[in-house]
């Protein structure tokens, strides 16, 4: 008896924790009630809405809804560019895959930079609707209004907001792209409902004979609807010049929603010249959500990219990369990436700016960083004997400031060289700190080589504000050996020297790395080379995909190499970047996605 009334606690305590699971599951969607109050509603005691919970306590699908909400997914506002998309989960108008088909969905969007908000429509019913085949249209078009009212609040643009349906959710998304100023209920306000766009994943189409998915269009129309009834729904028919651009994903094979749903939608809107993408796939059947199998596994990447190319997700940081060519006397070049491995020359490999301080005029080694003032702000070797660096500023990398000598060395007169300067910007002090390589002679002689002509380099270096007020010159860096062209990134909590060993005897001419809590040191012992037994020189770095990639010259075999680091060390990945023919020792930066097309227009790419 003791043992059955403990088995029976024990079941009560299991259910009770998993009623409390299924609940804070819920309570972490802070769903938003859509109406104050609902139109044309009839109270129904009977009709209780019924969740369906997974293993794991989360809401799989809901059936009977009563009270129609949105449940907002933000994305993070620096990846986002203001679009959202109101997700609308299928279910044959019977019930919703809210997990699956919404959830998930809005998590992905999110991913993107988009911003989500899944709708729990109210199901086709004439126990809660005077009409029931207008209550999910009202539902949508309350919840578009409902993002757009709510735009300025939700750092929402109310230009970019799109509808997304699955299967029976595509049948409501695509009557809101085609039925947004049906009269059937009265807004409060004269917010538009009409979405900006549409992405229609299997969806239902049409409610005609032999195409429709049954189930969808009995729950919705009824078992004999009339015949202008069916018309009205089959949106196939209602497309017109107006109505908003789509996406359609569908496999051939679905037995459920037949692919000529999306065909003929397609079609109807290429006839009305509305822009459109289709994407059909083999094989995937129905219901297959973000994919599950084989080639429809990839229409997410694929819609991604529509929507880039539409411009409703922020595009991605681009790169540029400042180079000489020859001795450096025609000045400035500058090449372009998007994926920092492909690299094009700009301006058909011309200069865009010419030297014209310093000894030689010259115009080596151009380093360019984006300052806090958002400037960029470049330095360069004037010549191959001068005590001083050239500096100029532009907005846009197109039109630069007058040229300036800043003399940094010329408090020594043994001083023989000022070679590849480079700026580091600190965020934290709003300094920038101005570094070289430098030859005094007399100093350092236990490294001094004269396979090396003499020259036995350290880096220097000095700070300023606004480039008019340097401070005094110091030694940054003397690691024991002859060291040149030092570039420095903030990684993490960490500044990292990339440089380059110059030593001839025993040979070295490779890359390595320091590391500082602070920008102006000190910098620890240098580290074993990150590099082959090629000769390098001029790294600069920048973060892709999560990754440090370090490019530098191969100067002895006249081309570009770069490494990756990675969990193992660090990876030569030479064979898979290409630059220009004739790049000499330059810094890589990155630019935003229009300033690379302006700065492409401009040099005549595009």
Same mark, same amino acid.
């Given at each position: ?20 699971i ?48 949105l449940? %907002? ?90 509808i ?11 009557? @809101? ?17 009409? %979405? ?9 189409i ?100 529509? @929507? ?19 001795n450096?006397?025609d ?25 014209e ?33 050239g ?15 800043i %003399? ?28 070289w ?30 480039f ?6 110091k ?36 890359l ?11 910098y ?48 030569d ?17 990155k ?16």
């Amino acid at each position: 008896m003791k043992k059955s009334t403990n088995t029976t606690k024990l079941k009560a305590t299991t259910f009770l924790a998993s009623l409390l699971i299924s609940f804070a599951a819920l309570a972490q969607k802070k769903e938003i009630p859509l109406w104050d109050k609902i139109p044309d509603e009839i109270q129904s005691k009977e009709y209780v809405e019924k969740i369906d919970y997974n293993k794991d306590g989360i809401a799989e699908g809901v059936r009977k809804v009563t009270v129609p909400t949105l449940t %907002p997914y933000f994305a993070d506002p620096e990846k986002s560019n203001g679009s959202a998309v109101i997700i609308c989960p299928g279910g044959a108008y019977g019930m919703l895959a809210i997990n699956k088909e919404g959830f998930k969905v809005a998590e992905w969007l999110n991913s993107i930079g988009i911003h989500a908000f899944v709708l729990k429509y109210r199901l086709p019913s004439d126990l809660i609707m005077k009409n029931k085949t207008i209550g999910p249209l009202q539902d949508a078009q309350e919840a578009l209004r409902m993002v757009r009212r709510n735009a300025s609040k939700w750092k929402i643009n109310p230009n970019k907001i799109g509808i997304m349906g699955f299967s029976a959710g595509g049948h409501l998304a695509s009557t @809101l792209s085609t039925h947004y100023d049906d009269k059937i209920y009265t807004p409060s306000d004269t917010t538009s409902a009409k %979405p900006n766009f549409s992405i229609l994943i299997y969806p239902v189409i049409s409610t005609q004979e032999g195409i429709t998915h049954q189930g969808s269009k009995d729950n919705l129309l009824g078992k004999n609807p009339d015949r202008a009834l069916v018309d009205s729904y089959s949106n196939e028919k209602q497309v017109n010049a107006t109505t908003p651009k789509a996406f359609l994903v569908h496999a051939t094979d679905d037995k459920a929603v037949p692919v000529e749903n999306s065909i003929n939608y397609y079609l109807a809107l290429k006839k009305e010249k509305v822009a459109a993408e289709m994407h059909l796939y083999e094989n995937g059947g129905h219901g297959f959500g973000l994919g599950v199998k084989g080639t429809n596994t990839f229409w997410p990447k694929t819609c991604e990219k529509w @929507l880039t190319a539409n411009n409703y997700t922020l595009q991605p940081d681009a790169y540029v990369f400042t180079y000489f060519k020859g001795n450096g006397e025609d000045g400035l070049h500058l090449a372009y990436s998007e994926d920092g491995y492909k690299w094009n020359t700009l301006k058909n490999d011309t200069s865009f700016l010419t030297p014209e301080v310093g000894k030689d005029k010259l115009m080596r080694d151009p380093c360019v960083i984006k300052g806090g003032d958002g400037l960029y702000h470049m330095v360069w070797t004037v010549s191959w004997t001068d005590k001083g660096i050239g500096y100029a500023s532009s907005k846009d990398l197109i039109h630069w400031s007058k040229q300036e000598f800043i %003399p940094v060395m010329m408090h020594e007169e043994k001083t023989r060289n000022t070679w590849a300067p480079e700026i580091t910007y600190d965020e934290k002090s709003k300094n920038y700190m101005i570094y070289w390589a430098s030859t005094i002679d007399g100093k350092f002689p236990e490294t001094k080589s004269e396979e090396e002509k003499g020259y036995n380099h350290r880096i220097y270096y000095t700070t300023t504000k606004d480039f008019k007020k340097f401070s005094k010159t110091k030694l940054l860096y003397d690691p024991g050996f002859n060291v040149i062209d030092a570039s420095i990134v903030k990684q993490d909590k960490q500044y990292v020297m990339y440089l380059k060993d110059e030593t001839r005897n025993p040979v070295q001419k490779n890359l390595k790395v320091a590391y500082s809590k602070n920008l102006t040191g000190p910098y620890s012992k240098a580290s074993e080379p990150i590099t082959e037994k090629y000769w390098a020189e001029g790294p600069t770095a920048v973060k892709i995909d999560n990754s440090w990639v370090v490019y530098f010259d191969k100067y002895t075999e006249k081309k570009y190499g770069a490494v990756k680091e990675t969990a193992k060390g660090w990876e030569d990945i030479s064979e898979q970047i290409s630059f220009p023919i004739g790049t000499r020792h330059g810094t890589v930066i990155k630019v935003s996605a229009t300033e690379l097309n302006t700065l492409k227009k401009e040099s005549g790419n595009n």
